[in-house]
């Protein structure tokens, strides 16, 4: 399919490159750390040989999530922005940009956002899980109630809000003890970010803020299969009491209603039909995960995958083009079936 929409896809600047280190096995840091630095070069060839007409950037991770000191965060995620501004700006054809934030200061976080969307042109923000600091609780969550301003803020802007993996800290990960197989994107990366998203669903965020729309990848970090047994296990059948959460709707409803979902990293077409039963073609973007996966393995699969050509378009592009605002139209494949009906 030519004309794909990516929105998982990651760059590095030097001072965020070295986070990136461990999540491949150690040979491979050479391959992976000129992937992360590049964006115009072979980024670009890639995405040409395999019909990839646009990527939304991101920063890589944990990069703004992982700094302790509020400062620094705040200085770093507005230096990657305007680095990421002006990389966008030679390709705007080919290139978007998600914002990234620092959400140890709401306030600041804010500020930033609005900054990228409305000065820069961004189409979003991604954060890489919750965010650590040095003066409270070393881990936020984002269902916290110190952050429902950003989320007024952010569904005033309506633009999406990318939450994206990280590993949990080390004095957190007693589970993966003495098997750190376990631990990116093998497993602890789709556990953490699925009980983040859960915690996003239950605490009533999206009753108060019912425009908010939140992506997060990897085919749904394995919440696909689960939203049955979620609201069924918290009190949503007659026999049981009310749930205890503050949600005044099932789970399913908010992950129905508030979530979209990528293919990023999970190139499986058993696991995409799954989703698509839960969701819907019409909340599943495309995606890849450059540069921790290949962009051949993604769009190879998914050019062929078990799917109708009606679904593959929406997924792999023209939902993106929508949610994004994108306006890049039709493609020629697309326009040749109908001129040849007609």
Not at 129 to 158: K, N, V
Not at 162 to 175: D, E, S, V
Not at 316 to 335: S, Y
């Amino acid at each position: 399919m030519q004309g794909k929409i990516a929105l998982e896809e990651h760059f590095a600047i030097p001072e965020t490159l070295a986070d990136s280190a461990g999540v491949l096995p150690d040979e491979s840091w050479r391959e992976l750390s000129a992937r992360l630095l590049d964006i115009h070069d072979r980024r670009l060839r890639e995405m040409d040989a395999h019909g990839i007409e646009m990527m939304l950037l991101s920063l890589n991770a944990p990069a703004i999530q992982g700094i302790r000191d509020r400062a620094t965060a705040v200085d770093l995620a507005g230096r990657a922005n305007d680095y990421l501004a002006e990389q966008v700006a030679r390709r705007p054809d080919r290139f978007q940009g998600f914002a990234a934030l620092p959400l140890q200061d709401p306030d600041a976080a804010t500020r930033e956002l609005v900054r990228c969307v409305d000065e820069l042109g961004f189409r979003g923000a991604l954060a890489n899980g919750f965010s650590e600091t040095s003066d409270g609780p070393d881990m936020l969550y984002y269902d916290l109630p110190m952050f429902r301003p950003f989320w007024a803020e952010l569904e005033r802007l309506q633009v999406p809000f990318y939450l994206h993996p990280r590993n949990p800290l080390p004095q957190h990960a007693q589970i993966y003890a003495g098997h750190p197989w376990l631990l990116g994107p093998t497993w602890a990366f789709g556990q953490e970010t699925a009980v983040h998203a859960l915690r996003l669903m239950g605490s009533g965020l999206f009753d108060d803020h019912p425009r908010l729309t939140i992506i997060i990848g990897h085919m749904g970090e394995g919440l696909p299969i689960s939203m049955w047994r979620v609201d069924n296990r918290n009190g949503w059948t007659k026999d049981m009491v009310p749930p205890s959460y503050p949600a005044k709707q099932p789970i399913a409803h908010f992950f129905h209603n508030n979530f979209f979902i990528t293919t990023s990293g999970n190139f499986r077409t058993q696991s995409l039909v799954d989703t698509m039963l839960e969701i819907g073609s019409d909340r599943i973007l495309f995606s890849a995960d450059w540069p921790f996966e290949n962009i051949d393995h993604a769009a190879i699969w998914f050019d062929h995958a078990s799917i109708s050509e009606a679904d593959r378009r929406k997924i792999g592009r023209t939902n993106a083009d929508a949610l994004f605002k994108l306006n890049l139209g039709v493609t020629p494949e697309q326009i040749a079936p109908a001129v040849m009906a007609a």
